[in-house]
């Protein structure tokens, strides 16, 4: 008896032993992904992975065109410190085009790629590719969190190469001035050929933007002044006054957006103009925007929104004597949503809510182009997070 017992734990401890040498060198033969001597530097750097998927059901005019799984939005994200004074950004849209612009180099879905220098407490210098920092809320607001934008912001070059200064002179306001490239892409790229226009030697752009914050952060403003140089003697004149009311439960944003262009660089007329009857970009255009979203945070876990813009687009030129009207085309936008947040500890909600858009053309649209007013409309399901990775 005392003979197996002796067996037994002899067996017992030869069988822990090596499986304790097996685990030793386990952790001696896998190295980590990342030496530790960098993993201290990641504790200041953050990837993140914006994401915007769901079901969509496309309508217009009340027929049903179909339904489709789509990836609205996905934007990959890094971000942070790599010294105490210098801060970059990294964002991949990869729902965009891949192929390097031909002005500025770089794919057209890389929204940032930027460094931040903080030169002290109030001034920070920035360099590289970065968003055009023009005023609205609408444009400040993760993509993420949009459904559908207003015909300004979606047709516009976003995010322009160039540099920044920000001055920050009181913890209410701040105050920023760009010079970027006026697009991502040459003239010819855009333009191609227009009549007795020449591409400008310096296409760039100049953004004035003021910050603000009052009565404890219940009122903000993102207002901007943005003046582009589109060709020679060419401009584009572009304003965005953005004001925000947060309350406990409801927040209210209400943009107002002005782009006057002496040659179309929003492009909405000129595309819809047939090449039979101007083969190129027209000139002496005018777009505005207002934009409004109401929030509701009526619980912890459930939101209500309604967002709702009216777009304008008008062609102020008079090369056309027969033209009668400077209105060309009159869009309404329409947007209820209603948002589930399952989790506390996780950015991430579920949406359920439709896209209403009404196309209403001038008469004279209809004589020169041949266009008819039209609506659409998407039933919208899905999921919305900004998950953060590490």
């Known amino acids: 008896m005392k003979t197996k017992i002796l067996i037994s734990i002899l067996f017992i401890s030869v069988f822990f032993n090596a499986a304790f040498a097996q685990r030793q060198s386990d952790t001696t033969f896998y190295k980590p992904i990342i030496p530790g001597e960098k993993q201290e530097l990641l504790k200041n750097v953050d990837m993140i992975m914006n994401m915007q998927t769901g079901l969509r059901n496309d309508f217009q005019d009340g027929e049903y065109l179909g339904t489709k799984f789509k990836f609205e939005q996905f934007r990959l994200e890094i971000k942070g410190y790599v010294h105490e004074k210098v801060f970059f950004r990294f964002r991949h849209r990869y729902t965009s085009d891949f192929e390097p612009q031909s002005l500025d180099k770089i794919i057209k879905g890389v929204d940032f790629a930027y460094l931040r220098f903080d030169l002290s407490e109030k001034w920070q210098f920035t360099v590289g590719k970065t968003y055009a920092d023009w005023g609205g809320f609408e444009f400040d607001l993760n993509p993420i969190d949009i459904y559908e934008y207003s015909d300004i912001i979606e047709m516009a070059d976003n995010f322009l190469t160039g540099i920044e200064i920000h001055y920050n002179a009181t913890k209410n306001h701040s105050f920023g001035f760009q010079v970027l490239n006026t697009r991502t892409s040459t003239f010819e790229d855009i333009y191609d050929t227009v009549p007795n226009i020449s591409a400008s030697k310096a296409p760039l752009a100049a953004v004035l933007n003021w910050r603000g914050s009052f009565w404890g952060g219940k009122f903000s403003t993102i207002w901007s002044y943005s003046v582009f140089s589109e060709a020679k003697n060419m401009f584009k004149n572009y304003i965005a006054l953005g004001n925000q009311l947060k309350l406990k439960k409801i927040t209210i944003m209400y943009d107002y957006k002005i782009s006057s262009e002496d040659l179309d660089r929003t492009g909405i007329i000129s595309n819809e103009v047939p090449d039979n009857v101007y083969n190129y970009a027209l000139k002496n255009t005018l777009y505005s925007s207002h934009w409004l979203r109401f929030d509701y945070r009526f619980t912890p876990k459930w939101q209500l929104s309604l967002v709702g813009i009216y777009d304008q687009a008008k062609w102020m030129s008079d090369m056309d004597p027969a033209k009668d009207t400077d209105d ?56 919305i997070s900004p998950l953060q990775v590490f």
Not at 344 to 361: A, E, I, M, Q
Not at 366 to 379: P, Q
């Open 328 to 383: 060309w085309r009159t869009t309404y936008t329409f947007i209820p949503t209603v948002e589930y947040f399952p989790w506390d500890n996780l950015n991430l909600k579920v949406y359920l809510g439709y896209v209403g858009r009404s196309f209403n053309y001038s008469e004279y649209a209809t004589s020169v182009a041949g266009l008819k007013s039209y609506n659409t409309g998407r039933i919208i399901v899905g999921i």
